[in-house]
C-alpha cells in the first residue's frame, strides 16, 4: 500500500470514529453483553452449535441434491423456484414477477447483494423497505453498516433529524416511540397499496420447502399476507434438509446475534399461503372498506442465488463461509468492529469477521481487500459463532490469496531482510512484520545501537513512509542478550533427580529478545517449584507471518518449532509458553500447518506458564516457594487468544492463591493485536480499542492498581496508553 | 400433559411480560370478557364448545383490522421453555387478525403446551407435512430497537395475552 493510501485509509477511519462509532460502540457492546448472558443460559450451548454445524456441512456437502429437492417440494405446493447464477439473472427474474406492480420488502442482506432494488426501480416499480432500520437507510440513502441491525450507525437523534427533514410531520418527532408510530404508519399505508411482497429468508427446506424467517418487527408477516405475489430471495446454500433441522438454528440464531432468547417471530411459511390479502390498489387509511380478498391464488416465487457459491463450494478453505446463518456474533464479539462499524469492516455487501469470506465469494477478492486487514485474528469470534467457522483462518487464507494475486515490485530494504518462503508482490509492510524473527535477530546482534538508529527521527520517518510504521508508536527495544544466550551461560539449576517435573521454555521472540525479564522471571518461577527448566532454541511460531497472510513462511516456521521442541515432547517433558498467541499457534492453526501427529504431540504437552504454575500447585507444589502477594491489589489483563482457550482462570486463581487482590477486564481486545497498531493506517483505531481498557483500568477502584497483562501486544498498548507500567503476571511471583 | 411444563410457560410468560389468564371451556367467556378492548376483531376458535362473543368482528374489512384494539385467535401451540405461541391457520384470517390489533389475545389448550423447541419441531414438522400452511412462532409482542431504543409495538402488536384453557 502507497503513503497515500494508508492516509486516505486513515482519515477514512478517523472520520467514522468520530461520526459512527459511538454509536456502533453502544449497541454492538448490547448485543455482545446480551450474547454471553443469554447463551449461558442454554444447558447444551456447545451440543446446539455441533448439531447446527453439523446439519450445515450435510446441507453443503448434498446442496446439488437438496436444491432438486426443495424445487420439488414448491412446485408441488404451488409456487416455483428459480435458481439464478448471478445478480444479473436474479434481478431480471424478479423484474419480470415485479412488473412494475408496488412492492413492499422485509430485510434480506441477500437482496442487498444483488441491488435488487435498484433494478426494480429502474423497472418502474415502487419498492419499500418496510424494515425499520432499512426504510431509515432508504431514507438516507445509506449502505447498511452491520448484517443485523442495519442502521447501528445511527443514533435516536440523526434518525429523528432525517424524518423531521424529509417528512415534515406537523409535530417534530422525537423519541424512539414517535419514530417508530411513524414508521408503522406511515409503511402501513405502503403495504396496504402493495401487491407483492418480498422476503428473504433465513431458512429454507428442502423437504417441505418451507421458509423460516428470524423477524421482530412483523413486518415480514405483512408484506407476505397483504399482498398477492410472494417473493422471496436466498442464497443457495440457506437450504437445509428438514423442518426438524430447524430447531437448533431457531434456538441460537437471536441469542447469537442481537442477545435475544428468540426473536419475537420466527415465521414458517410454506408457500404459497392461503391469509386473506388486501389485494393492493390505491386506497387506504381509514376510509378504507375493502374487504379482506381470498389468499388461496397468492403467487410464489423462490429465487435461489448462486453468485459464486457453488464455487465456494468447491474451495476447500472458503467452503466453511456457507454454513454461516448470518447471526453477526462475530461482528459484535470484534473489538476493532465495535469501534468502527461496517462501513470500514465490511466490503460491498456483507460486514464483520466473516464478511472476508462473503466478499470473497461473491464480489471477488478486491472486495475483501479493502477490509480484510481488521481482522487481527484475535480470535474472539471463534467460539461464538454459532456453527463453528473459524473466521480468523479465512481471514488468513483471503490475505495470503490477496498476497499473492499481487505483483508488486520487491523493495530492496525488505528484500534482505525478509527470508520468507512468499513470492514478490506482498506488501513490504506485510513483509517486514512478517519477518520479526529475522529483524529481532539482527536488533538484538546490533543493540543498543539498532535500538538508537530505529528510534532516531529520520529512520522513524523513512519507516513510516516507505513501510507504515507509525512514527507515534515506540518500537520494541532488542536485548543484546537474548533470552536463549543468557539460559546457556546459566544453565538450569534444578538437578534431575529433585526434579519434580522437567520442562522445556518456549522461547518466543518476544521474549526471547525484547522481554527477556519475564522469560527468566518464568524460569525462576519454575525451580522455585522444583522443576528443572531448558529452553530450545526453537525459532518463531509463525504467529507474526501469520498474521500478515503469509501461510507458506508461517508453516515453514512452524515446522522449525516442531522440530527444536520434538525432542523435548519425545522425552516426556512439558512445553511451557509464556505469549499465549503462541501457545494458540501450537492450539489452534498448527492442526493446519503440522502432520497431523506432531500436532498432536505438542498441543498435548503445551502450557500457559500460569496454567502450568496453577498445575503445579494443584499437585502438591507449595505455593509458600512464591513470594507472598500480601493483598496487592492488581488489575489483569488477560489475552484475547488466551481467552478464546479458556486460559484466564488460571492467572487469576494463582494470583489470589499467592495472595494478591485481583480484578479483570473484561474487553475483548486491547486493540494492539501483535503488528495491527504499529501500522500507521490503523495507529487510531488500534488506540481507540485500547482507550475501552484503560477506561477500566483507570476508575475509582482500579487506578492505583499494579497492572499485568499476559500478551507482549497488551503489555505495549497498556504501556503507551497508561502511566502504570504494565508487567506480566508470572513477574509477581518471581522471589528476585 | 403433566403440570410441569404449564408452569414454566407461565413462569417464562411472565419473564417476557405476557400475561397468562387460566379459564376452562364453560367460564371461557367471561375470562375474556375483560380482555376485549373495542373494537375487537377475530378468527373462529376451533375448541369444543368454546366460541367468540358476538361483538368480536370475525370478517373484518381492511379498515376494521386497523383500526382494531383486541385480536382474537386460536395458536396450535404453546412453548414452555420460551413463552411461545405457535400461530397456525390461514384462510380464517388467524395472520392479519394476530398482526393488525393493538392487542393479540391467543387462545391456547393446555394440552397443547409442549416442554421446548424440540417437541415443538418435531411436531410443527408432522403438521407441515400434513398441509399447515404457516406457524409463526410468536414469543411477546412484536418489538424493534431500530429506532435508538427499545420499543414495543413494531408492525405488530403492542401487546399479547395468553388464555390457557386448562380442560381442552
Ligand atoms: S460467521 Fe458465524 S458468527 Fe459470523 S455471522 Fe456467520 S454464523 Fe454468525
Redesign the interface.
Known amino acids: 500500500m502507497s503513503a497515500d493510501n494508508r492516509r486516505r485509509k486513515a482519515e477514512h477511519i478517523r472520520h467514522l470514529l468520530d461520526t459512527e462509532g459511538d454509536s456502533v460502540h453502544e449497541?454492538t457492546r448490547v448485543f455482545n453483553e446480551g450474547r454471553y448472558e443469554s447463551t449461558a443460559d442454554l444447558d447444551d450451548y456447545e451440543a446446539l452449535k455441533d448439531e447446527a454445524r453439523a446439519i450445515k456441512e450435510d446441507a453443503i456437502e448434498r446442496l446439488p441434491e437438496l436444491v432438486d429437492e426443495v424445487t420439488e417440494a414448491i412446485e408441488d405446493n404451488g409456487g416455483t423456484v428459480y435458481v439464478a447464477d448471478d445478480a444479473a439473472d436474479a434481478n431480471r427474474y424478479i423484474t419480470e414477477v415485479v412488473d412494475g406492480r408496488n412492492a413492499v420488502k422485509s430485510k434480506s442482506m441477500t437482496s442487498e447483494e444483488i441491488e435488487v432494488n435498484d433494478a426494480l426501480e429502474a423497472s418502474g416499480a415502487n419498492v419499500w423497505e418496510?424494515?425499520?432500520?432499512e426504510f431509515?437507510l432508504q431514507i438516507a440513502d445509506e449502505a447498511p453498516s452491520h448484517i443485523v441491525?442495519p442502521?447501528i450507525h445511527?443514533?435516536?437523534?440523526e434518525?429523528a433529524a432525517l424524518f423531521n427533514e424529509v417528512f415534515e410531520p406537523e409535530e417534530p418527532l422525537e423519541?424512539?416511540?414517535e419514530?417508530?408510530r411513524f414508521?408503522?404508519e406511515y409503511?402501513?399505508e405502503k403495504i396496504?397499496d402493495a401487491e407483492v411482497g418480498m422476503t428473504g429468508a433465513n431458512f429454507v427446506t428442502a423437504?417441505?420447502g418451507?421458509l423460516a424467517l428470524v423477524t421482530?418487527?412483523?413486518?415480514a408477516?405483512?408484506c407476505v399476507?397483504a399482498t398477492d405475489t410472494h417473493v422471496a430471495v436466498a442464497g443457495v446454500e440457506k437450504v437445509v434438509p428438514?423442518?426438524?433441522d430447524?430447531?437448533p438454528f431457531?434456538?441460537l440464531i437471536g441469542r447469537s446475534g442481537?442477545g435475544q432468547?428468540?426473536?419475537?417471530?420466527?415465521?414458517?411459511?410454506?408457500?404459497?399461503?392461503?391469509?386473506?390479502t388486501?389485494g393492493g390498489g390505491d386506497?387506504?387509511g381509514?376510509?378504507?372498506?375493502?374487504?379482506?380478498g381470498?389468499?388461496?391464488d397468492r403467487d410464489f416465487h423462490l429465487v435461489l442465488i448462486d453468485n459464486g457459491r457453488m464455487e465456494m463450494r468447491e474451495d476447500d478453505q472458503l467452503r466453511e463461509t456457507l454454513y454461516c446463518i448470518r447471526c453477526s456474533a462475530c461482528a459484535n464479539s470484534c473489538a476493532n468492529f465495535q469501534h468502527v462499524g461496517g462501513h470500514a469492516f465490511g466490503g460491498e455487501t456483507y460486514s464483520g469477521g466473516i464478511a472476508t469470506g462473503w466478499e470473497a465469494g461473491v464480489h471477488g477478492e478486491d472486495s475483501a481487500a479493502e477490509f480484510n486487514d481488521l481482522c487481527t485474528g484475535c480470535s474472539r469470534c471463534v467460539n461464538q459463532c454459532p456453527v463453528k467457522i473459524d473466521i480468523p483462518w479465512i481471514n488468513t487464507v483471503v490475505r495470503d490469496r490477496i498476497n499473492r494475486g499481487k505483483d508488486g515490485d520487491l523493495d530492496f530494504l525488505v528484500e534482505g531482510l525478509t527470508p520468507d518462503e512468499e513470492p514478490g508482490g506482498v506488501d513490504p509492510q506485510k513483509r517486514l512484520f512478517g519477518n520479526f524473527d529475522t529483524l529481532a535477530k539482527l536488533g538484538s546482534a546490533f543493540a543498543p545501537l539498532s535500538n538508537w538508529v530505529a528510534q532516531a527521527g529520520p529512520a522513524r520517518s523513512l519507516m513510516e513512509r516507505t513501510l507504515g510504521v507509525d512514527s507515534r508508536r515506540e518500537l520494541p527495544r532488542f536485548e543484546r542478550e537474548s533470552l536463549v544466550d543468557w539460559f546457556e551461560a546459566r544453565g538450569p539449576r534444578v538437578g534431575p533427580d529433585e526434579a519434580r517435573r522437567r520442562v522445556a521454555l518456549y522461547p518466543d521472540a518476544y521474549t526471547n529478545y525484547v522481554r527477556t525479564e519475564r522469560g527468566k522471571a518464568a524460569v525462576r518461577v519454575l525451580e522455585a517449584l522444583d522443576v528443572r527448566v531448558d529452553i530450545p532454541a526453537a525459532g518463531e511460531s509463525g504467529r507474526a507471518p501469520l498474521s500478515q497472510g503469509m501461510v507458506a513462511t508461517a508453516q515453514s516456521n512452524a515446522e522449525a518449532v516442531y522440530d527444536a521442541l520434538a525432542p523435548a515432547v519425545a522425552a516426556g517433558r512439558d512445553v511451557v509458553v509464556i505469549e499465549p498467541s503462541d501457545l494458540a499457534m501450537f492450539n489452534r492453526e498448527y492442526e493446519r500447518l503440522l502432520e497431523e501427529d506432531s500436532y498432536e504431540a505438542l498441543d498435548g504437552h503445551s502450557y500457559e506458564i500460569m496454567e502450568y504454575v496453577y498445575g503445579l500447585l494443584e499437585n502438591g507444589a507449595d505455593v509458600d516457594a512464591l513470594p507472598d502477594g500480601d493483598g496487592e491489589r492488581v488489575a489483569y489483563h488477560s489475552h484475547c487468544q488466551q481467552r478464546t482457550l479458556d486460559l484466564e482462570p488460571y492467572t487469576t486463581a494463582v494470583l489470589e492463591d499467592a495472595g494478591f487482590d485481583v480484578t479483570t477486564s473484561d474487553v475483548e481486545c486491547c486493540g494492539m493485536a501483535g503488528s495491527f497498531g504499529y501500522k500507521s493506517e490503523y495507529y487510531e483505531l488500534s488506540v481507540d480499542v485500547g482507550e475501552s481498557l484503560v477506561d477500566q483500568f483507570t476508575t475509582d477502584d482500579t487506578a492505583d492498581r499494579t497492572v499485568v497483562a499476559s500478551g507482549t501486544s497488551c503489555l505495549e498498548q497498556l504501556d503507551a496508553l497508561l502511566t502504570r507500567r504494565p508487567a506480566h503476571p508470572v513477574r509477581l511471583l518471581d522471589g528476585r | 400433559m403433566s403440570a410441569e411444563p404449564i408452569a414454566t410457560f407461565e413462569s417464562s410468560l411472565d419473564e417476557i411480560d405476557v400475561d397468562l389468564v387460566r379459564t376452562t371451556a364453560d367460564r371461557f367467556e367471561s375470562a375474556l370478557a375483560p380482555l376485549l378492548d373495542a373494537p375487537a376483531v377475530g378468527a373462529p376458535l376451533p375448541f369444543e364448545n368454546v366460541s367468540l362473543p358476538d361483538a368480536v368482528e370475525t370478517d373484518p374489512t381492511v379498515a376494521e383490522l386497523e383500526a382494531a384494539a383486541t385480536g382474537v385467535t386460536a395458536a396450535g401451540y404453546g412453548i414452555a421453555d420460551y413463552g411461545s405461541v405457535v400461530i397456525q391457520g390461514g384462510a380464517d384470517g388467524e395472520e392479519p387478525v394476530s398482526l393488525y390489533a393493538d392487542e393479540h389475545v391467543a387462545v391456547i389448550a393446555a394440552s397443547d403446551v409442549l416442554p421446548d423447541m424440540d417437541a415443538t419441531f418435531d411436531r410443527l414438522a408432522e403438521d407441515i407435512r400434513g398441509g399447515t400452511g404457516q406457524a409463526i412462532v410468536a414469543t411477546g409482542p412484536s418489538a424493534t430497537a431500530d429506532m435508538g431504543a427499545l420499543v414495543k409495538g413494531a408492525h405488530g402488536p403492542i401487546d399479547v395475552t395468553v388464555v390457557l384453557l386448562e380442560d381442552a
Open positions: 449497541n418496510t424494515d425499520l432500520a431509515v441491525a442502521a445511527k443514533s435516536r437523534e434518525i423519541t424512539a416511540e419514530l417508530t414508521a408503522r409503511l402501513g396496504l423437504d417441505t418451507t421482530s418487527e412483523g413486518n408477516r405483512k399476507q428438514s423442518v426438524e430447524l430447531q431457531v434456538e442481537t432468547d428468540i426473536t419475537s417471530y420466527v415465521s414458517l411459511f410454506t408457500p404459497p399461503g392461503d391469509s386473506p388486501f386506497e387506504g381509514p376510509g378504507d372498506d375493502r374487504e379482506l381470498p389468499g388461496d
